[in-house]
């Protein structure tokens, strides 16, 4: 399944996003949540970043749980081998249970902290193992 | 009985190592009915990284987060009642990667189903005292598992890792790329994976809690009901 927007390239002030809750297809069993983190890679923007709450239904969205929050943050490139290039897309991603379970759905909150800085996030779905 | 720790072992390939896996055998063979934790970092590319057993098969990847920043990734996994028997755990990335590490570590004592109770990770970078950030756990007695990977080898230090207070700190070896530690949590409620470095680097920190087995049943004899009174018998003298 293609990646799709659940936030807009923009300039985005401290605070929460929600992300919608959203059908997850059968036979798709990890979602991964791609955040472009290339405004805030510079040296000082290592106190800046998101935070992504992720929760699951799997029984159409009347109950949620499996909470997961997963924390990317800006900094000075580097690392092993020398800095990586931009853009700098890092993500969080995790297994969702139960893939031929139909009433499967993911909802959750984007929350910038350090900000304001420009940012934009998409989601996948993808088989797995 | 509580979970506990049974084993563990680690693996850190060559940073110049191509190879598309990583894998770790146990010193010892695997009981059945244990839990086997598995954590693997990477780098040179975001991927969604599978791992596997040479008894149970697949693994449940509980998180991966690819730091595009440092240019490293880390994921995490367990398995759950495992079979009995020497095992070698395997972390695949589906293509050609650099700079893999590897912790796994066996405990007893958690449930053999759904066994998750909460579950974070996030980076940090320029402290000291790095943690994972808060997870609120639901029932009593979790074991609490946390593991740190090192993403700024490079950087200054001598490198060393200590566990947060009330941790036991598990596998750190030599140059340290990750370590793991984990404690049993007596009282439900908030608990956050802690560290202690020799010198700030940027790193990725884990917390997972997972439900203790229910207490086997119990031996004891039930207390004897008390005993009625007899009828007597119509017709029947005392």
């Known amino acids: 399944m293609a990646r799709f927007s659940v936030l807009a390239n923009a300039v985005y002030a401290n605070g929460d996003r929600q992300i919608a809750s959203t059908a997850v297809p059968t036979n798709l069993a990890f979602v991964t949540v791609y955040v472009d ?8 923007g290592k106190n800046s970043g998101v935070r992504i709450l992720l929760e699951f239904s799997l029984d159409g969205g009347t109950n949620w749980g499996l909470p997961f929050v997963g924390e990317l943050r800006g900094g000075q490139p580097g690392g092993p081998g020398g800095p990586p290039s ?3 897309i890092s993500s969080i991603g995790i297994q969702i249970p139960d893939p031929l379970n139909a009433n499967r ?3 959750g909150t984007i929350t910038v902290f350090g900000g304001p800085f420009r940012m934009s996030a998409e989601a996948e779905f993808v088989t797995y193992p | 009985m509580p979970p506990a720790w049974v084993q563990d072992n680690t693996d850190s390939l060559a940073d110049s190592d191509t190879a598309s896996t990583i894998a770790v055998t146990f010193g010892a063979a695997v009981a059945a009915g244990s839990l086997i934790f598995t954590w693997a970092g990477w780098g040179t590319g975001d991927v969604t990284p599978t791992c596997s057993d040479s008894v149970n ?6 998180g991966k987060l690819w730091d595009a920043v440092n240019g490293q990734g880390h994921c995490a996994f367990y398995r759950a009642n495992t079979g009995a028997g020497a095992t070698t755990v395997t972390v695949s990335f589906g293509v050609s990667k650099q700079y893999k590490r590897m912790q796994i570590a066996e405990y007893s004592g958690v449930t053999t189903s759904s066994p998750q109770d909460g579950n974070t990770l996030r980076v940090q970078s320029g402290t000291t005292t790095p943690s ?3 997870i609120t756990t639901t029932v009593n007695g979790d074991l609490v598992f946390a593991n740190i990977q090192n993403i700024d080898e490079g950087g200054s230090g001598s490198g060393t890792v200590t566990a947060g207070t009330g941790y036991t700190e598990r596998e750190q070896r030599g140059v340290w790329t990750g370590s793991m530690e984990d404690q049993v949590q007596a009282s439900a409620g908030s608990i956050d994976g802690t560290w202690t470095l ?7 920190c884990h917390i997972m809690a997972m439900k203790a087995a229910p207490p086997p049943p119990s031996n004891e004899i039930p207390p004897r009901q008390a005993l009625r009174p007899r009828a007597f018998a119509p017709g029947l003298a005392r």
């Open chain 1, 37 to 44: 983190v290339t405004d805030i890679a510079v040296a000082g």
């Open chain 1, 86 to 88: 931009p853009p700098f």
């Open chain 1, 105 to 107: 759905r993911v909802r």
């Open chain 2, 57 to 62: 098969g697949a693994h449940t990847a509980y």
């Open chain 2, 132 to 134: 994972s950030g808060n």
């Open chain 2, 198 to 204: 020799d010198a700030a680097k940027r790193c990725i």
